[in-house]
């Protein structure tokens, strides 16, 4: 079920007095239509509100009321949510309460790829307010209702947020880099939203002993488990037997796959080796160039397959995808990557399956963590499953 509409500048939530125009909902207390656009006629001074329309789960609306509840009382709060839980559409809720009021809002994340997908939901998600997008070599344009931005570009906003939502703290090149930390904390002037599908220890500690709030959501919005990883020891060519084996069976039932590897040198590598059996694929790295029309094409179902590094272990969904890491037991990967990897696989409500395979040449301490973690987060999906 859809959630009502509550006007985010009078609380308005009475069916007769909300309108509806080009599908949006708006409240006829504070707007009419006038010249073919959405008008103010009380709250002079203020920007218009967010209005925006999308479905949560029961879970989710109770958390995206308790983070405005946060908001309104000055108090942070840490979202630690399952990869494909919906944590985005969770935020809506803040986001579009601070722009209602005309507060400086950001929305931070780590890597640039990440940031240019966030924003296009964004534009679409709130079609009444200028979302703009800054990164590196993006700067043409840096104000608006809601800017969405890499971390590195946080410095140009010093004390200038008063809501800041953030995902993907635990991620590189953010964690643990001292200097985007200053900056993060730098730009905000009023209050945050952290948000993490796997936060260190250290920070839920810090949350939970600063009067600030952790929320947990350990559920996919479509309520179907994380795929448990597989974990399948090989090395030399019998890997390449094995994913050449899988890529041609899921090209049979209509599926597609990312191939995980650690290197951007091994990305090239990898994907001549596979071509010459399973031609219809490609790869990306942080330099391959074109790699954002290469993303893109794939998303559309123009290749069957893509080689990749970590660039897309995070904010990427593709229906019908199957995931596999190669040399899974590498240095590179940990736990938390590792899980986000994973979290690839299955994010889609009409598809809400996939495989993970873990290729490796063995058992790595980082992979035994994840499929516990996998393991421990859908025990709460049979939980609530057994409470229904």
Same mark, same amino acid.
């Given at each position: /079920?859809?959630?009502?509409?509550?006007?985010?500048?009078?609380?308005?939530?009475?069916?007769?007095?909300?309108?509806?125009?080009?599908?949006?909902?708006?409240?006829?207390?504070?707007?009419?239509?006038?010249?073919?656009?959405?008008?103010?006629?009380?709250?002079?001074?203020?920007?218009?509100?967010?209005?925006?329309?999308?479905?949560?789960?029961?879970?989710?609306?109770?958390?995206?009321?308790?983070?405005?509840?946060?908001?309104?009382?000055?108090?942070?709060?840490?979202?630690?949510?399952?990869?494909?839980?919906?944590?985005?559409?969770?935020?809506?809720?803040?986001?579009?309460?601070?722009?209602?009021?005309?507060?400086?809002?950001?929305?931070?994340?780590?890597?640039?790829?990440?940031?240019?997908?966030?924003?296009?939901?964004?534009?679409? $998600?709130?079609?009444?307010?200028?979302?703009?997008?800054?990164?590196?070599?993006?700067?043409?344009?840096?104000?608006?209702?809601?800017?969405?931005?890499?971390?590195?570009?946080?410095?140009?906003?010093?004390?200038?947020?008063?809501?800041?939502?953030?995902?993907?703290?635990?991620?590189?090149?953010?964690?643990?880099?001292?200097?985007?930390?200053?900056?993060?904390?730098?730009?905000?002037?009023?209050?945050?939203?952290? /948000? !993490?599908?796997?936060?260190?220890?250290?920070?839920?500690?810090?949350?939970?002993?600063?009067?600030?709030?952790?929320?947990?959501?350990?559920?996919?919005? +479509?309520? +179907?488990?994380?795929?448990?990883?597989?974990?399948?020891?090989?090395?030399?060519?019998?890997?390449?037997?094995?994913?050449?084996?899988?890529?041609?069976?899921?090209?049979?039932?209509?599926?597609?796959?990312?191939?995980?590897?650690?290197?951007?040198?091994?990305?090239?590598?990898?994907?001549?080796?596979?071509?010459?059996?399973?031609?219809?694929?490609?790869?990306?790295?942080?330099?391959?160039?074109?790699?954002?029309?290469?993303?893109?094409?794939?998303?559309?179902?123009?290749?069957?397959?893509?080689?990749?590094?970590?660039?897309?272990?995070?904010?990427?969904?593709?229906?019908?995808?199957?995931?596999?890491?190669?040399?899974?037991?590498?240095?590179?990967?940990?736990?938390?990557?590792?899980?986000?990897? $994973?979290?690839?696989?299955?994010?889609?409500?009409?598809?809400?399956?996939?495989?993970?395979?873990?290729? !490796?040449?063995?058992? !790595?301490?980082?992979?035994?963590?994840?499929?516990?973690?996998?393991?421990?987060?859908?025990?709460?999906?049979?939980?609530? !499953?057994?409470?229904?």
């Amino acid at each position: /079920m859809g959630r009502k509409f509550v006007c985010p500048l009078c609380g308005n939530r009475d069916e007769t007095l909300i309108g509806n125009y080009l599908g949006v909902p708006y409240c006829l207390k504070c707007f009419v239509i006038k010249d073919n656009k959405l008008c103010r006629t009380s709250f002079k001074g203020t920007p218009p509100p967010t209005l925006v329309t999308y479905d949560l789960s029961k879970e989710q609306a109770e958390l995206s009321e308790r983070i405005v509840e946060n908001f309104k009382n000055g108090k942070n709060t840490l979202l630690y949510a399952v990869c494909g839980s919906g944590k985005t559409e969770v935020s809506y809720g803040v986001i579009q309460y601070a722009m209602g009021l005309g507060l400086n809002v950001g929305f931070a994340l780590p890597r640039r790829d990440v940031v240019i997908e966030l924003y296009e939901r964004l534009k679409k $998600a709130f079609p009444f307010n200028k979302i703009v997008a800054v990164y590196g070599g993006h700067v043409h344009e840096t104000s608006g209702d809601c800017i969405v931005l890499t971390t590195h570009q946080l410095f140009r906003y010093q004390d200038f947020f008063d809501l800041l939502v953030m995902d993907e703290v635990d991620a590189f090149p953010y964690a643990g880099n001292q200097v985007l930390e200053n900056d993060f904390k730098e730009s905000l002037r009023g209050h945050c939203l952290l /948000m !993490s599908a796997t936060p260190s220890k250290a920070l839920v500690k810090e949350f939970s002993q600063n009067g600030n709030e952790v929320l947990l959501l350990h559920t996919r919005f +479509h309520r +179907h488990p994380i795929p448990v990883p597989k974990t399948v020891l090989l090395h030399g060519k019998s890997r390449y037997s094995f994913i050449i084996a899988k890529l041609l069976s899921y090209r049979k039932n209509g599926n597609r796959t990312f191939i995980f590897v650690p290197s951007v040198e091994m990305s090239e590598v990898v994907y001549r080796i596979l071509s010459a059996f399973c031609p219809n694929g490609n790869y990306v790295s942080s330099k391959r160039i074109g790699r954002e029309e290469i993303i893109e094409d794939f998303k559309n179902g123009k290749y069957d397959f893509l080689v990749t590094t970590a660039i897309l272990e995070r904010g990427v969904t593709v229906k019908n995808l199957n995931v596999i890491v190669l040399c899974a037991s590498s240095r590179i990967y940990d736990a938390a990557s590792l899980v986000q990897i $994973a979290g690839r696989a299955g994010r889609k409500i009409d598809a809400p399956y996939g495989d993970v395979y873990f290729v !490796s040449e063995r058992r !790595s301490e980082a992979i035994e963590k994840a499929i516990s973690e996998i393991e421990y987060c859908n025990t709460f999906l049979h939980n609530l !499953s057994r409470k229904d």
